[in-house]
């Protein structure tokens, strides 16, 4: 491995600890974590996911709560592809997660 190689690899394994060791992401690190596209993260801020539970807006930024990124993961290889007309209420997918 090359020395620019290994600082690359260095850089990127920094990234991967600090997103790792954190509870809310921004939308960069949310997208890194998940492997998508921020617009990805962003379409889904108006499709699947619910303010206050997988995202929280403050002064005009989105940040992303990563265990219930997860959790939406996991729906989804469980229970497939969500429509937006199933879209749970904010009440239903709580009481979802505490019956969990």
Do not use: C
Request: hydrophobic share 30%.
């Amino acid at each position: 491995m090359s020395d620019i190689e290994e600082i690359i690899q260095n850089m990127i394994d920094k990234k991967v600890k600090e997103i790792k060791n954190k509870e809310i992401l921004s939308a960069r690190e949310a997208a890194q974590y998940l492997d998508v596209s921020r617009g990805f993260l962003y379409k889904k801020t108006k499709t699947d996911f619910v303010q206050g539970v997988h995202f929280h807006r403050k002064d005009g930024k989105i940040f992303f709560e990563k265990k219930a990124l997860l959790n939406w993961v996991r729906e989804r290889d469980t229970h497939g592809k969500h429509s937006q007309k199933q879209r749970p209420s904010v009440s239903e997918y709580l009481h979802k997660q505490t019956a969990s």
